[in-house]
């Protein structure tokens, strides 16, 4: 199993731009990089998916180096709704099972 | 489209009594999984499965059974409950890993205290 290593917590101030790096040391070939963001008596909720580079969608961006031993959410122009706790997960692609959430970190959007 | 539910959303036991959470996709979804999730923690997955009729071990399956008897439904049995499975427990479902976007779908969660 991949594990994953977040920062417990980070603050940010709305419009700033915030990233959270998660270390994946072991990370498989077969593994790809998810990240998810759940809010307090909340299930988690996808954000983001990638395998190397960069990936946008219309929330977020991931940017994973060459040799992927990390990865880095970036979340642009954060708000106060954006307050949530944001899992890294690593999933593998061939086994469900071998899949782990780390113990995310807590970001705080101040005004 | 419900998404994923589960029921009860919470549940209060006392330690020895047995209890089934029930979990119910209508996405089409393959895969389900049922994680539990401790106060200030990440969520640790318990069993899941792969298809109709099959189940597997996850990270922390002990004193939990599960079925998936149908393919829109997964079941989480306690059969003697514990303190130590206080917990928030979430049940997902996902197409299969290695499709173009491997999305896990969270239900909105089943609040348990076992005394």
């Known amino acids: 199993l991949a594990k994953t290593t977040q920062p417990i917590s980070m603050d940010s101030y709305e419009g700033q731009e915030v990233n959270i790096t998660c270390s994946h040391n072991n990370i498989a070939t077969n593994d790809y990089i998810t990240w998810y963001q759940q809010f307090p008596s909340q299930g988690p909720r996808f954000i983001i998916q990638?395998?190397?580079t960069k990936v946008t969608n219309e929330v977020a961006s991931l940017f994973i180096p060459a040799d992927r031993k990390s990865s880095t959410l970036s979340l642009p122009r954060v708000s106060l709704s954006d307050t949530a706790v944001y899992y890294c997960?690593?999933?593998?692609?061939?086994?469900?099972?071998?899949?782990?959430f780390g113990d995310g970190t807590t970001l705080t959007v101040k005004p | 489209n419900a998404g994923v539910t589960q029921t009860p959303k919470f549940r209060v036991l006392k330690t020895g009594q047995s209890m089934t959470l029930l979990c119910a996709q209508d996405?089409?979804?393959?895969?389900m999984y049922w994680y539990r999730q401790d106060p200030g923690m990440g969520l640790r997955l318990i069993h899941y499965?792969?298809?109709?009729?099959?189940?597997a071990k996850g990270e922390v399956p002990d004193g939990y059974n599960v079925s998936r008897l149908k393919k829109q439904n997964f079941l989480l049995g306690l059969e003697s409950a514990a303190p130590s499975q206080t917990s928030v427990y979430f049940c997902?479902?996902?197409?299969?890993?290695?499709?173009?976007?491997?999305?896990?779908?969270f239900g909105p969660g089943t609040r348990l205290t076992v005394t």
């Open positions: 997902a479902s996902s197409f299969p890993p290695g499709t173009a976007v491997y999305e896990q779908y």
């Open positions: 996405m089409n979804h393959e895969y």
């Open positions: 990638g395998y190397k």
């Open positions: 499965s792969v298809g109709e009729g099959t189940t």
């Open positions: 997960l690593v999933v593998n692609n061939t086994n469900a099972g071998k899949s782990t």
